[in-house]
């Protein structure tokens, strides 16, 4: 059974950082794509990271690139989140997701329950 779970989120003043969790149960963090999603208050859901388990490569969205990092533990099977300069537009409840096949920026086959960040000023 493939199950998400995340952690990390909490209340977070403007400028500082936050590691968020995934860990990952029913599938490998090494060879299943994965990403971070958001969804802020009254919004459409938008995607934060994909990663690319054939390339390596990481997509951030524009909103977070250069600040979010995306990383992966293989000993703990575990996804992170490095949030750093957090901003207010940022708060939001925060998902990782995972598809046996793709993560798309709008589609995966398994989520987390998500975990809530609130950044304020």
């Known amino acids: 059974q493939v199950r998400l779970v995340e952690s990390g989120g909490g209340l977070v003043q403007t400028g500082e950082s936050r590691r968020l969790s995934c860990e990952f149960s029913?599938?490998?963090?090494?060879?299943?794509?994965m990403g971070w999603f958001r969804q802020a208050p009254g919004k459409e859901r938008e995607y934060v990271a994909l990663?690319?388990?054939?390339?390596?490569?990481?997509a951030y969205d524009d909103s977070v690139q250069g600040r979010f990092t995306a990383s992966r533990d293989s000993a703990k099977n575990t996804l992170y989140l490095q949030m750093n300069s957090l901003k207010p537009e940022d708060t939001g409840i925060y998902y990782c997701?995972?598809?046996?096949?793709?993560?798309?920026?709008?589609?995966?086959?398994?989520w987390g329950q998500g975990t809530q960040v609130v950044v304020f000023p």
């Open positions: 990663l690319d388990v054939w390339s390596g490569n990481i």
């Open positions: 997701a995972s598809s046996r096949h793709e993560v798309t920026t709008e589609e995966a086959d398994f």
């Open positions: 029913g599938g490998s963090v090494d060879s299943w794509p």
